[in-house]
Every structure is written in structure tokens, then in C-alpha cells.
């Protein structure tokens, strides 16, 4: 079955420092590439996301990239601030369902004031 | 705006018993998804429902079934509960034209029924 993977799991960056995370994902026909936070006690909340015909989507100080020959993506954070500090989810469709996720198994991002 | 509710937020329930989660959808939107989050882990795909119908299923066993009423809220029903069943399950609603097809619209997460099985 689909294989979503997600490094690394913990991150710590000093505040204003950049942040990365990558994933991978193995079924060819996935098109939809959400990412999502999640603060302690709440659900995910949707961030940023990008569709496979797209190589790169920014939104203020978050973007992400994708490669789709490679079959890897990459969420990143500039400027980060304390309250960047949550865990990242990547996740990729099922096929060609926008509405249906694999998901990766989670960063835990710590800003450092 | 309402958001998606999930009730309850926590529950323990004994190895064996049978459990019900609760989702109501935002409003307008037709389609509720359910995932399961183990302790440290992404969430897993459960199941979705479209318009009342199941429209899709994870590698989860048949004692994890669903329900969507006509008012698209939802149930999770958990038959002979085992430890590893102890996660959090999280509903997502969306509102989707032609299931799975077309880019959804608000795909929202709940903020989750922490379930506890000893």
C-alpha cells in the first residue's frame, strides 16, 4: 500500500531560523499534497497545500515544493516564531482522491525564542 | 461558521466492549472522513461517507463500522474493543460535488475523541 514518509521527526530551530521537512510518497497516481498542523489537543489544521501539477506554492512565510518524478515534497518555514512550534503533518491523496489521505507519521517542530 | 464537532473528547472503555463516536459535520458540507491517531503517529484512514453511503474504506476490520445520517453527522462504531484500539479518532467533513473528483472544498479535522482502552 501507499508509503507517506516524513523526516525528520523532531526539529528545533532558534526563532527566525528557517525550518525544512520532506517527505515521500510511493503511489504514483497521487496528485494532492496537503500539509496540515496540529497543536496539542486540536485536530490538524490545513497550512499550505499543492496539486501535482504544480512545482511550488508560497503563502506568506510557508511554502512547498514538489517533485513529482522523485515522488518527494518539502514543506518550508522562514522567519519561524515561537508559535510555528506545533507537529507537521505531509500527506498525499489516495490516487487521484482529493478527499481521501495517506498520511506522514508527524514533526515535531520546537521554535526557540 | 460551526465548525466540526466531535463528542465525546475522551472516553475509557474496557477490552471487549463496544463503542460510539460522534462527528456533526460543518455546516454544508456533505461528506465526513475518519481516521484513527495512534499515540506519535499520523493519522490512518479509516473510512468516508458520501451522501450516507460508504464511499471508500482503509485497512481497518469490519468491526469498525460507520453511519451518516441525513443531516451528514456520523457515527464510528467499534465493536470488541482491543488495547491497540486505544488512539485518537478524528472525523474531517468537506463538501464534495463528484466524491473524491473534484477538489474539495473546507476539508476540516475535529479536534478528536481520545479514546482509552484498559
Known amino acids: 500500500g501507499e508509503n507517506v514518509e516524513q523526516h525528520p521527526s523532531t526539529l528545533s530551530v532558534q526563532e527566525g531560523d528557517s525550518a525544512v521537512i520532506k517527505c515521500t510518497y510511493s503511489?504514483?497516481?497521487?496528485?494532492?499534497f496537503p500539509w496540515y498542523k496540529q497543536e496539542l489537543g486540536k485536530g490538524p489544521q490545513l497550512i499550505i497545500d499543492?496539486?501535482?501539477?504544480?512545482g511550488e506554492k508560497k503563502d506568506q512565510r510557508i511554502a512547498v515544493t514538489l517533485n513529482k518524478t522523485a515522488k518527494h515534497f518539502s514543506l518550508h518555514i522562514t522567519e519561524t516564531q515561537p508559535e510555528d512550534s506545533a507537529v507537521y503533518f505531509c500527506?498525499?491523496?489516495?490516487?487521484?482522491?482529493?478527499?481521501?489521505?495517506?498520511f506522514g507519521s508527524g514533526t515535531k517542530l520546537n521554535v526557540k525564542p | 461558521e460551526t465548525g466540526v464537532t466531535q463528542s465525546p473528547t475522551h472516553l475509557i472503555k474496557t477490552r471487549g466492549q463496544q463503542v460510539t463516536l460522534r462527528c456533526s459535520s460543518q455546516?454544508?458540507?456533505?461528506?465526513v472522513s475518519w481516521y484513527q491517531q495512534a499515540l506519535g503517529q499520523g493519522p490512518q484512514f479509516i473510512f468516508q461517507?458520501?451522501?450516507?453511503?460508504?464511499?471508500g474504506r482503509g485497512n481497518f476490520p469490519p468491526r469498525f463500522s460507520g453511519l451518516q445520517f441525513p443531516n451528514y453527522s456520523s457515527e464510528l462504531n467499534v465493536n470488541a474493543l482491543e488495547l491497540d484500539d486505544s488512539a485518537l479518532y478524528l472525523c474531517?467533513?468537506?463538501?464534495?460535488?463528484?466524491?473524491?473528483?473534484?477538489?474539495?472544498?473546507?476539508?476540516?479535522f475535529g479536534s478528536g475523541t481520545r479514546l482509552t482502552v484498559v
Open positions: 461517507y458520501y451522501r450516507e453511503e460508504e464511499n
Open positions: 503511489d504514483s497516481a497521487s496528485n494532492y
Open positions: 499543492i496539486r501535482s501539477n504544480v
Open positions: 455546516s454544508g458540507h456533505n461528506t
Open positions: 474531517a467533513s468537506s463538501l464534495d460535488l463528484t466524491p473524491g473528483l473534484t477538489p474539495n472544498y473546507g476539508y476540516t
Open positions: 500527506a498525499a491523496s489516495m490516487g487521484y482522491n482529493f478527499n481521501k489521505f495517506y
